[in-house]
């Protein structure tokens, strides 16, 4: 595996040598980066393909009729993805990168179906309204993360423990029932989310010089993927608090 102090990117040679080295880490950290964000789009895709499939139909859906009503499969449908990050988070050393990639689209389409009640809740049109908002934001966001000459590194630990007092207080509300917390909730969640998102980019971004040409290249693609695929998709949710209309 490379280390901190990769060659291709440290180490000065002479003449035409240096230039090309350094043109080829660029080229390859491009390629590598333009693998995450289409692992990253595709999986919002089909995220959002099985949700409006699975929402079809109104409240005589599929997705009103499990997740609208009491029973253990609605419970299944909510709690899937969670284990399917679990196992990625957990078990990425030991699994090969086409069980990685496989499991990544198997949570992206459990995520769909979790969240069609979205289109049971909200019009469409402020559905599509709030999905491209948060796809620009993302967008400048990530790109800013890419190319900023800052070190995010010291803003990680303050955005995870943002996001961990943000599931608190989430818990919190579920019994409180506050109209005006939820929407402190959802405010900070915009907020968070939108730093990890450039954090997340600077991080993956600066990951590659540690997995260029190993066997965990492939799969740290993955891995970055789903990095930024829950910024969007958590970013997406607490601004359609705000931007959705309900149905």
């Known amino acids: 595996m490379a280390n901190w102090s990769d060659p291709r990117s440290d180490i000065a040679g002479f003449g035409g040598t240096t230039v090309a080295r350094g043109e080829a880490f660029d080229a390859g950290l491009r390629g590598y980066m333009l693998s995450v964000y289409n692992y990253m789009a595709s999986g919002v895709l089909l995220t959002g393909i099985v949700a409006l499939l699975f929402s079809r139909g109104g409240m005589a859906s599929p997705a009103a009729q499990i997740l609208l ?10 709690f899937a993805p969670l284990a399917f990050v679990m196992v990625l988070s957990f078990g990425l050393s030991r699994l090969s990168t086409v069980a990685t990639q496989a499991i990544y689209w198997a949570y992206a389409a459990a995520m769909g179906l979790s969240l069609s009640s979205i289109f049971l809740m909200y019009t469409q049109t ?3 309204q ?4 948060t796809a620009a934001a993302f967008a400048g966001l990530s ?6 000459k800052r070190n995010l590194s010291g803003f990680g630990t303050f955005l995870i423990m943002g996001v961990v007092g943000l599931l608190v207080a989430s818990l919190i509300n579920l019994f409180l029932r506050s109209s005006a917390m939820d929407m402190v909730i959802s405010f900070i969640g915009v907020l968070l989310f939108a730093g990890l998102t450039a ?16 066997d965990m290249m492939g799969k740290s693609v993955v891995m970055g993927a789903l990095n930024l695929y829950l910024d ?9 608090r705000f931007m959705g209309n309900r149905d």
């Open 199 to 214: 954090y997340d980019t600077q991080k993956i971004k600066s990951i590659y010089v540690h997995v260029a040409g190993t």
């Open 69 to 78: 009503q009491p029973g253990i499969l609605k419970y299944v449908i909510m």
């Open 143 to 148: 790109l800013w993360g890419y190319t900023t």
């Open 130 to 133: 709030t999905f491209f908002a």
């Open 126 to 128: 402020s559905i599509a």
């Open 232 to 240: 969007f998709i958590n970013m997406f949710l607490f601004l359609l």
